[in-house]
């Protein structure tokens, strides 16, 4: 089997267990059913090298394993019981343990070698316990804990290992200067969100981000540096926004630039600028208040804002206005319009193109494209829209001549938009 066998144990039913060298010179240990009977590999879970010393009458399996050569230079010892692992064996100030038989009660003998040589010793393993690897990131600094306690990373990477089953609070905590943006996948893996602790219940080998910034001026989660940085905090200046988590300290604020913008924030975000363009509070304005929407009650927290975005005739929706639903790049080129001409004290529609001449005003919908992937009405709804979005230099497309009208607007992008077209950021 393999560039080369040796058979170190065998049991009172001839099943043989040993190491063998494949062709790439790496031990393995394995199993042998009997003379002439069926070899198995055996390989610890995640290691380089694995030795199999002995077995006894009951199946069980004892070796070690390591990252190079565990036969020069040894690992951890393990056993293994049909299918499961024991987690792994390392005697107390050990540099290297070799377990190497067993006996039917489970009791493991073998020696480890510390720095005053080499010492006997006799242990009962337990069931092998699934890992948590915790990765921090980013360019600020920060640490990650877990209760109960076994987490404690302040390094690139940490481990620890739990009982199966365990439930797990991690907690990150950004250093002076930095601020803590949240987990990694947040998604997949945690209950808690952004800045907030993670609640973790580990079954199985885990593995985590944390995510640490330098603070930024208004948010934390907006370093210095970002690429929309000026426009987000621009928006919080002016009063546009508070973010999507609000606190009086920037540590703790946070504005979730990669978010995607629903229809209902997107009304706040474009009356709270009228507003301002206007020299008004964002709050200070009017309203009809019978619902124009089935799906938008008047206890609605959003209701104000979209009423007022229909009232004004930014928004040319009837019966449902869906505000749960994401705004697409191609939408928000008409509402943005539609809401500069009313800033502009004009009709929302009474709009023009100049297609590139200076002083021409023509149907925005006859002028050349200015992206490829908006060629004409035909193609796109809102190409006349986009054209005028184009000239107005609210836009500049997302890159290649491209503007990817049904891709969805990011919180970071409707800063972006929000400033050119009201706070006359460009």
Same mark, same amino acid.
């Given at each position: 089997m393999g560039g080369g066998t040796q058979a170190y $144990? &065998? !049991?009172d039913a001839g099943a043989i267990v $040993?190491?063998?060298? =494949? #062709? !790439?010179?790496?031990?393995h240990g394995f199993s042998l059913s009997g003379v002439g009977g069926t070899y198995t590999s055996i390989d610890y879970p995640g290691a380089s090298v694995t030795q199999v010393n002995g077995i006894n009458n009951t199946g069980t399996i004892v070796g070690e394993y390591g990252g190079q050569d565990v036969l020069a230079i040894g690992g951890y010892g393990f056993t293994l019981s049909g299918t499961t692992y024991s987690s792994p064996m390392d005697y107390p100030g050990a540099l290297m343990t070799y377990a190497l038989a067993i006996n039917d009660a489970g009791t493991v003998v073998g020696y480890y070698i =510390? #720095? /005053? $040589?080499?010492h006997g010793f006799m242990a009962t393993p337990g069931a092998v316990q699934p890992s948590l690897a915790v990765t921090l990131s980013g360019a600020g600094s920060g640490v990650v804990t877990s209760a109960p306690s076994g987490i404690d990373c302040s390094a690139a990477t940490c481990n620890a290992s739990f009982a199966s089953g365990t439930a797990l609070v991690l907690t990150g905590t950004a250093e002076s200067g930095s601020c803590f943006i949240g987990w990694v996948p947040s998604s997949s893996l945690c209950s808690g969100y952004l800045g907030t602790p993670c609640d973790l219940t580990l079954t199985g080998n885990t593995s985590l981000g944390a995510t640490f910034q330098p603070t930024g001026i208004d948010f934390c989660d907006v370093p210095p540096g970002y690429l929309y940085?000026?426009? &987000? =905090? /621009?928006l919080f200046t002016s009063g546009i926004t508070t973010g999507c988590v609000q606190n009086a300290s920037p540590i703790d604020r946070r504005y979730c630039p990669s978010e995607d913008v629903p229809r209902n924030q997107m009304a706040a975000f474009i009356i709270k600028a009228l507003q301002i363009a206007a020299g008004q509070p964002a709050g200070g304005f009017t309203y009809p208040t019978t619902p124009y929407f089935t799906d938008v009650?008047?206890?609605d927290p959003y209701f104000s804002y979209i009423q007022r975005l229909k009232y004004l005739g930014i928004t040319a929706t009837s019966g449902a206005y869906s505000p749960d639903e994401l705004v697409t790049r191609d939408q928000m080129a008409a509402f943005l319009v539609r809401a500069t001409q009313v800033k502009a004290g004009q009709g929302p529609e009474a709009f023009t193109c100049n297609g590139g001449v200076a002083g021409a005003s023509v149907s925005c919908a006859t002028t050349t494209p200015y992206f490829t992937d908006v060629p004409s009405v035909g193609a796109d709804q809102f190409f006349p829209y986009i054209q005028k979005l184009k000239e107005l230099g609210i836009t500049t497309g997302c890159g290649n001549g491209d503007y990817c009208p049904s891709e969805d607007v990011a919180r970071d992008q409707m800063a972006a938009f929000i400033a050119r077209a009201f706070l006359g950021l460009h």
């Open positions: $144990g &065998i !049991n $040993g190491v063998y060298m =494949d #062709a !790439n010179s790496v031990w =510390d #720095a /005053a $040589g080499d940085q000026t426009y &987000i =905090d /621009a009650p008047s206890t």
